[in-house]
């Protein structure tokens, strides 16, 4: 996902939070303020690309050299200032404004494509991103592993299999009690499979995550319907606007909608 999806974690809150989709206050602000200053001192100067380029490009280290000083993590900071990076070298080595904007037209198709494909492969990308924030990624015990370690016989069959007690050639019940050891042992550690796409088994859950996924994925179709135009026409201005209008604050309403389609209660009464 683009840097502003790490606001994906509130998918797996009971309250939708405006302020953790965004990244908070300061989230947002270097999210745009490198391609609001680069619009704005691009018009302002008549249309001259160097003082553009400068300007976005310092903000953008100013944001990383503020989280350095302050000690903070810069890790979203850093991907911005990568992004714009990109951006600029594009812009300066071809002479058009337009080409600041395009690295993010192209990630935009790229993601389009990734999660499409993910619904189709029945992997829904929402579907790995809550389960996996949910419960990670690791093989989790079966529900009945408990059930089965109480049966006295299946005690039996441990014990002999660890060698610490003579067993029988036949459990009270007809089991060999050395297969009852095996079956055992092998519920205590786990599936072979990981537990963590068990949610896949749910068709219910997965139609819900496909649904949700599609969501992203006409988010991402909008943006490049409202964009590519722009930036085949060179309409430097409007598109550097629709890239501010359809960044964060689309994102940020996109997600709301994707909550209501995942969040902890509707997966409940829908896995029902």
Known sequence: MPRDAAGMRVLTSEEFSLSAAVGGVRGLVESTAPGLVFVVVFVASGQLLTPALISSAAVAVLAVVARLVQRTP???????????????????????????FVYGLWTNAAYLIALAVSVLVRWPVVGLAVEGMKGGFGPTAPEDSSERTDDPASERGLESAHGTEPADDVASDGRDPDRVGVHVQDAQD??????????????????????????LVAMFALRLVVQVPLYLADQVGWLGTARLVMGLPLFALTLWIVWILVKPRSRVAGSR
């Open 74 to 100: 810069i890790t979203q900071a850093l991907g911005g200032m990568l992004g714009v990076g990109i951006g600029i070298v594009w812009a300066w080595r071809s002479g058009e404004a337009s080409n600041y």
């Open 190 to 215: 786990g599936p072979a499979s990981g537990g963590w796409s068990r949610w896949r088994d749910d068709a219910v859950l997965v139609r819900r995550y496909a649904t949700a996924t599609w969501v």
